[in-house]
């Protein structure tokens, strides 16, 4: 019940960042849609392809599309006003990480899959949404450029793991991964954590 | 035989697109067919993976590799040619997309898929080429850029599945759902429909 | 254990190439190690996608994430140093392809694909990684533009294919196989053999 909410907050913020973006890049309100849900259905397909799940969950779900439509429509339509909302779409951005990432590690080892695959495939589903969004607007990933957000992502799937290797129950372990995963966005985001970059490596 | 005879038109309607838009980007001959290629089983493969056949349809028929590769050479022999030729591709384009996107839909209901999953994945057959097709020579896809493209699809393989919720017979239904995809591209091209662009978006 | 020994070398070629590429478009340490993880596994997850093998084999084995990690770990410190080694970077690289795209046939073979599709998703194998480096990157795919590269991939596959039909042992085919690969690959670059560009294409 508790990880149904979180993981609608997490599909609605992915979506409302995807669609924020496809108004930055100027894309009609059908590729304002379907950048949104690209954002918030991308992981979750990437995930089930991987573990080998036909169809993908995410397109057997009516509900969950609906939500992120509707999502990538009101950012349509009130953009100025969502894009004044920036902290609390960093916010709800992070809570998508950690929910995506942490359930698709749960959902990895409830599929039969090792620990260490399970990890790295949660990791995969709390990124490829952004992967995919800044692919079809042509930008480099953000997750490869930015704070700390590959590596928040990677921590949450490996508490998991952790608490899978421990017998501890899935569903309380999610939780607390998930919020740790904000925890640690929250705090790159407010000390401006990064990781070096290397020195002189110019322009190329 | 008629789909027969339709898809293999698809095929190469997508595969001279993608081979132009290679061209344009100045690529050699191989990067071309690959181009090509691409762009004409893009979609088909996509749909295998989302429905778990493996490997893909597309990778097992040589006839339709042979073709495609045809296709492009062509394109890349006689390419200011074909350029002009610039109607009777936006035609071609629109029976491939209506042919894959239909056909896609009928594919996924008979390997057994919700409708709902269906219609996402006939619609995903349709556009995804062209979206390879654009992701390899760094564009915005254009089906989230141009006149109504994906949603063009969308109707194709939603009348599919109405017509599966009805038990009418799947193979003339795809007919006349490719056809009302084509009919609503040419008009969108005609004219020049185009979605609206939230006001105000700005350069971003 | 002659081709495991190869194949750890086609890895850490990769990552390196990877992460090279990844400095010079500025990346932080993170990204430079996802680059390189990336072009390093990629080639191998698309296979294992297309054969129906869930999770992929590379998300199963720890060793070659850490290799690989390794590898971009190195180029970041030492990157410098290593762009002057360019000549054994594209040797490494050409070995690395060589390896990918025969093993990746006889891995499709061993899952049963016919020789026809086996060919092509070993061609997949060999040049995946380097596509999703360049896709990530926001660059034209270099196998589109460069010398003979995917027509490389592509010899060797085929070479594969035609030990399998007539029933040699696929061991030491894969390694004949891979080492033409690497000869056409280091002729091309040394000749600079190019394949022909359609003339007066413009910049489209």
Redesign the interface.
């Given at each position: 019940m508790l990880l149904t909410a979180l993981e609608l907050l997490g599909l609605v913020a992915f979506a409302a960042s995807g669609a924020l973006?496809?108004?930055?890049?100027?894309?009609?309100?059908?590729?304002?849609v379907?950048?949104g849900l690209t954002t918030a259905l991308g992981g979750g397909?990437i995930r089930d392809?991987?573990?080998?799940i036909?169809?993908?969950t995410t397109?057997?779900n009516?509900p969950y599309?609906a939500v992120c439509a509707a999502t990538a429509l009101v950012v349509?339509a009130f953009?100025?006003q969502v894009a004044k909302l920036r902290r609390a779409v960093l916010l709800a951005d992070a809570i998508g990480l950690g929910v995506f990432a942490t359930a698709g590690t749960t959902i990895?080892l409830a599929s039969g899959?090792?620990v260490?695959?399970a990890c790295?495939?949660g990791m995969t589903t709390g990124i490829g949404g952004g992967?995919a969004r800044d692919?079809?607007?042509?930008?480099?990933?953000l997750?490869?450029?930015k704070e700390?957000y590959?590596?928040a992502a990677l921590a949450g799937a490996a508490l998991v793991g952790v608490g899978h290797a421990l017998l501890l129950p899935p569903g309380p372990v999610t939780v607390v991964a998930a919020a740790v995963v904000v925890a640690i966005r929250m705090l790159a985001l407010w000390r401006r954590w990064?990781?070096?970059?290397?020195r002189?490596?110019?322009?190329?």
């Open positions: 973006a496809a108004v930055r890049a100027r894309l009609d309100v059908f590729g304002v379907v950048v397909i392809v991987l573990l080998g036909h169809p993908p397109l057997r009516w599309l349509f953009h100025p990895a899959a090792t260490y695959a790295l495939i992967v692919l079809l607007l042509r930008e480099i990933p997750v490869l450029r700390i590959a590596m990064n990781a070096p970059v290397a002189g490596s110019g322009d190329g």
